[in-house]
């Protein structure tokens, strides 16, 4: 993906790259992609 500017690297660059990393971790065979804001799993 290319920005103009780092400044220009908005909400939608950044949706855009948690896509992109979101597909890759699955296609790797990661079963459960969580979000990094999410609380931990307590078991």
Request: charged fraction near 20%; include cysteine.
């Amino acid at each position: 993906m290319l920005v103009d500017d780092a400044r220009t690297f908005g909400p939608t660059e950044l949706t855009n790259l948690e896509n992109t990393f979101t597909l890759t971790a699955q296609d790797a065979g990661l079963p459960r992609v969580r979000n990094g804001c999410e609380p931990p799993i307590v078991s």
